[in-house]
């Protein structure tokens, strides 16, 4: 009954490695996000992408890169990690139109050694 | 314009008070303003949320006031308890808005 689920919950790496996190919604929501939790909560939006096209870009490092196989998913690839990548990544999901409910996942907590 | 400012970065109170987290936002084109309630290790969650044809809404003990004057929203917790301890963020979004535009999230702890 998981309404947005991620995989891994917890990720440890090495520096310069390259990891991916998941993104699944069974809530038939058309637009999922990306978004990076800091050590001081501050929740930054990275990537929206709506019916499997990009349509936020938040001035990531092109290290991260998105893809979308299909409207339930959404899954975060990042290349080289750096140790700055340290941090709760957190998918979420909602209908189209801005006001609707954001549904959060559970979160992948990063750590770049 | 697109900020979404947010006061204080934490508070302390004592079970039974009435904490109050203040938000305030600048676009005019913001029509819905939801608070999130995150407890550690979770992802944030809907608590309750306002749009700006109503000055005040309720939800059990949570009630959001709403000044679109001055373009001021808030939460107050009504008979707070130990368990209402979690990161609370507001947010704006609208019409034509692909997302929601996070505050920087306040810091309630509710002590026993």
């Known amino acids: 009954d998981t309404a947005v689920s991620q995989t891994p919950k917890y990720l440890v790496t090495q520096m310069g490695n390259d990891k991916s996190i998941k993104c699944e919604q069974n809530?038939?929501?058309?637009?999922m996000y990306w978004y990076k939790q800091d050590s001081k909560k501050f929740l930054k939006i990275m990537f929206s992408?709506?019916?499997?096209?990009?349509?936020i870009n938040e001035t990531v490092p092109n290290r991260f890169s998105p893809k979308s196989p299909d409207k339930a998913h959404l899954n975060l690839h990042i290349n080289s990690l750096e140790l700055g990548d340290s941090a709760v990544y957190f998918c979420?999901?909602?209908?189209?139109?801005?006001?609707?409910?954001?549904?959060f996942g559970p979160g992948t907590r990063l750590t770049v050694l | 314009q697109q900020q979404v400012k947010q006061s204080p970065q934490s508070l302390i109170v004592q079970k039974g008070g009435i904490p109050i987290i203040n938000c305030a936002y600048e676009n005019t084109a913001f029509d819905y303003f939801p608070w999130y309630q995150q407890f550690p290790g979770k992802g944030p969650a809907l608590l309750i949320a306002i749009r700006p044809d109503v000055s005040e809404k309720k939800e059990g003990r949570f009630t959001i006031s709403f000044n679109k004057s001055a373009k001021q929203f808030s939460l107050h917790i009504m008979d707070s308890q130990p368990g209402d301890s979690a990161t609370y963020f507001c947010a704006a979004s609208g019409k034509g808005f692909q997302k929601l535009v996070f505050g920087t999230g306040t810091r309630l702890l509710v002590s026993p």
């Open positions: 979420a999901s909602r209908r189209q139109g801005g006001t609707d409910t954001q549904y």
């Open positions: 809530l038939g929501h058309d637009t």
């Open positions: 992408y709506n019916n499997k096209e990009l349509i």
